[in-house]
């Protein structure tokens, strides 16, 4: 799909704000897997992401039910098949987010498609996995 110049930077911009790239390790996955997610209070922002990379816009109130002074919150996800389609359409616009970005191309090198059907990583591949988890979990850490 063509996507003009003025949205792929718009959505750049809009990302690198509100946007994150994750890498992600959990004791029931413990092998690392990536999430792009876009968070916003007006759901009509999070539609042009939708409109040209598909996935579903989600309504989260649970900041409201721990502070009352906060409005709900609508989350587009990236959807697995377009991800790095997404970041690679707006990587030459991003400034804040850049280094993550190329992070999560490298991390998607690694990526097994159709994964389910048996395969699994190699011992290097999980570990660049690994790595590429740590150097990003330093960029994403609050304050920095």
């Not at 587009?76 to 098949?81: E, L």
């Not at 804040?96 to 699994?120: C, D, M, P, V, Y």
Request: proline share 4%; hydrophobic share 35%; aromatic share 12%.
């Amino acid at each position: 799909m063509f996507i003009p110049l003025r949205d792929k930077a718009w959505m750049a911009g809009f990302f690198d704000g509100e946007g994150c790239i994750t890498i992600r390790s959990t004791k029931k996955q413990p092998t690392p897997s990536s999430l792009l997610t876009v968070c916003n209070t007006k759901k009509e922002s999070l539609k042009v992401f939708q409109f040209y990379f598909g996935g579903k816009i989600l309504y989260r109130d649970l900041l409201n039910r721990r502070k009352q002074n906060k409005k709900p919150e609508y989350r587009w996800n990236c959807p697995k098949r377009e991800d790095v389609e997404f970041i690679k359409t707006i990587l030459p616009f991003l400034v804040i987010k850049r280094t993550q970005a190329n992070l999560f191309l490298e991390f998607q090198k690694t990526r097994i498609r159709g994964s389910g059907n048996g395969n699994r990583l190699s011992k290097e591949e999980l570990q660049i996995r690994k790595k590429i988890y740590g150097r990003m979990k330093i960029l994403n850490k609050k304050g920095i």
